[in-house]
């Protein structure tokens, strides 16, 4: 089953929408994934806008989620995700500048 057809036949049924986040995170295609927030905005559905910026937070790049949140006046929701990702970046960080100290 193709992930367009899967998207269209969650329209008419609500179990469907997870299942069209899962088969998201399970084809691995950042492509696919930066369309699936989308379409859930399209279609007004703010909850699984929300959840599925959590399913494929992996394949989604942080600008894409943020301003996807800011257009659409959704920032609170994606703000555990921005939050979540700041603290990844800055543990990086603390973990280069911990290297960097350690080759002096």
């Known amino acids: 089953m193709t992930f367009p ?8 049924s ?3 929408l997870q299942d ?14 930066k369309k699936l927030p989308q379409w859930f905005l399209e279609e007004s559905k703010r909850e699984c806008f ?3 910026l959590f399913t494929c937070y992996d394949l989604l790049p942080p ?14 929701l994606a703000m555990p995700c921005v939050i979540q990702i700041m603290r990844e ?13 350690l080759q002096k």
């Open 89 to 101: 970046y800055l543990s990086k960080v603390d973990r280069l500048d911990t290297l960097k100290s």
């Open 20 to 33: 069209a986040m899962q088969h998201t995170t399970e084809s691995r295609d950042a492509k696919l994934a």
């Open 63 to 76: 600008n894409v989620m943020l301003e996807l949140a800011w257009r659409h006046s959704l920032v609170d």
């Open 5 to 12: 057809l899967i998207w269209t036949l969650s329209r008419q």
């Open 14 to 16: 609500a179990g469907a």
């Open 50 to 52: 929300t959840a599925s």
